[in-house]
């Protein structure tokens, strides 16, 4: 059995490669997310009935049920059911497999938090762009947006702390995230085994990662604390 | 020519007629004051005039130019309502102006839009803000707010705040300029100095409507005076006429005339 110096710098890699994958599934879910959100929050506030009830219902499916379930459906139903393995079995089929899962589902947690800073914003602030001859679209984009913006830092922080822990459910369908990475030295890996410890270290990662974001947040509420 | 025709406004919402059968008239460089209590419809007569409400029935024209008919449904098309809506300007009670925009900023967005709407915009980019921004200097410096500029809503007083909003609509070059209540947020000193450039306004012949609750500045400075009961003209006139030699028993009674 080896010393735990020895072993260290084996599970600090095994888990760097993890906590990259992580970090990845991470970014490309904000990236999607954000503006997916922004379009089902129009859908969900539309003047069209149909489309509103369409969007409500998307809404209410994807927050009622647990990501979880979510993933194995995405990352499941087209092979077993529909006979169509368009993931494959490898690790960039599981990682667009959760993307595709984790966008929609944060996309329609978004998109409510979204909603939220929108009817916050006075209706004044419409009919002052209207009377002054703008178009709704500079109206939104110019004069609420940033209002929006503001508005929504504070529960939008919250999310984005969520998604970063949230990424680990990936896990469910294999991706090698950072928790996968972890959970290997308890069956043994690269001469480790039985080992739980790298699992605890995992937290260390998402510690500082969350610290690193509550700190962007905190500046970016103070770059906008301009005005009010 | 009369500069406005307001024919046969009428407004419903729900079941509640708001505005029944409302016709006037007003000519270049008059300033028409509409006073009546809460809730007798003079602000959805404004917010008709600017489009933010559609009017049931009725039509408006300025300069002779038809620009709503209720009958006609494409007056009610964004774009050739975004086109109609150029004649009036709209100054609200409660300022709106855009938090996240300086004094100078609020005062440019809308003319610095719309310009980047038009075809030779690319090509003159640099002259065409460069005549913006003049613009709006000019109209900050009217209002007195050379000082403030630089200045966000929230650094801003009441009464600095309205005389931005009015800036910004008088920015966009109305014909017709339309206040709704435009100190009634304001405390007295405030109120004053918003009367003021309002008034300095009509001595440079803006053509103004003036929905307001300020009896003697309203009789101070208008050509006409419009009282409205219950969505009705109740009592049309000059100042003269309508504050000092009222007809109607009910406006007697609005502007404590009447001994109860």
Not at chain 1, 48 to 74: D, E, N, Y
Not at chain 1, 198 to 218: D, E, K, M, R, S
Not at chain 2, 122 to 150: F, P, Q, T, V
Request: charged residues 20%.
């Amino acid at each position: 059995m080896s010393t735990f110096l020895e072993q260290l710098p084996i599970v600090i890699n095994s888990l760097n490669i993890g906590f990259l994958q992580t970090l990845k599934l991470f970014f490309v879910t904000l990236l999607g997310a954000l503006p997916l959100g922004l379009l089902i929050c129009f859908g969900s506030m539309s003047k069209i009935k149909p489309v509103k009830r369409l969007f409500q219902l998307l809404i209410w499916i994807v927050r009622g049920t647990p990501l979880m379930i979510q993933l194995l459906i995405i990352y499941y139903f087209p092979g077993l059911v529909l006979d169509n393995p368009i993931w494959g079995g490898a690790e960039s089929g599981r990682f667009a497999a959760s993307a595709v899962a984790f966008i929609i589902n944060y996309a329609c947690y978004f998109s409510e938090i979204y909603r939220g800073g929108i009817i916050a914003i006075p209706i004044g602030q419409d009919e002052a762009g209207l009377v002054l001859g703008m178009t709704k679209s500079d109206i939104f984009f110019k004069v609420k947006l940033l209002q929006m913006i503001k508005r929504i830092l504070p529960p939008m922080s919250n999310e984005v702390l969520t998604l970063v822990k949230d990424t680990s459910l990936a896990r469910i369908i294999a991706l090698q995230e950072i928790i996968w990475a972890g959970q290997a030295f308890m069956k043994g890996s690269q001469g480790i085994s039985g080992a739980i410890w790298p699992l605890f270290f995992t937290a260390i990662y998402y510690l500082i990662c969350n610290g690193l974001l509550t700190v962007l947040f905190a500046r970016l509420e103070k770059k906008l604390s301009y005005f009010r | 020519m009369h500069i406005l025709e307001v024919e046969h406004i009428s407004k419903s919402f729900e079941k509640t007629e708001v505005l029944k059968d409302i016709c006037f008239t007003l000519e270049k460089s008059q300033v028409l004051s509409i006073i009546g209590s809460s809730g007798s419809g003079k602000t959805t007569l404004l917010r008709c005039l600017n489009f933010l409400e559609h009017a049931d029935q009725g039509t408006i024209k300025v300069n002779g130019e038809l620009i709503f008919d209720a009958t006609d449904p494409s007056y009610r098309k964004e774009a050739v309502m975004r086109r109609n809506l150029r004649h009036f300007g709209l100054v609200f009670q409660s300022f709106n102006l855009f938090p996240q925009y300086t004094a100078l900023e609020n005062v440019m967005l809308a003319p610095k839009l719309s310009a980047a709407k038009e075809k030779d915009y690319k090509s003159h980019k640099k002259e065409i803000l460069a005549s913006i921004e003049e613009d709006a200097l000019k109209y900050l410096d009217m209002m007195g707010l050379s000082d403030r500029i630089g200045n966000y809503p929230h650094q801003l007083s009441g009464g600095q705040c309205q005389r931005v909003a009015i800036a910004r609509a008088l920015a966009l070059k109305p014909d017709i300029l339309c206040f709704d209540e435009p100190t009634s947020a304001l405390d007295p000193e405030l109120t004053g100095e918003v009367l003021k450039v309002i008034k300095s306004l009509a001595e440079q012949k803006m053509t103004m409507i003036i929905v307001t609750h300020e009896m003697s500045f309203a009789k101070d400075v208008s050509d006409q005076v419009i009282f409205m009961n219950d969505g009705i003209v109740l009592e049309h006139g000059t100042p003269t006429e309508v504050f000092e030699n009222p007809k109607e028993e009910r406006t007697k009674q609005f502007l404590g005339m009447l001994n109860t």
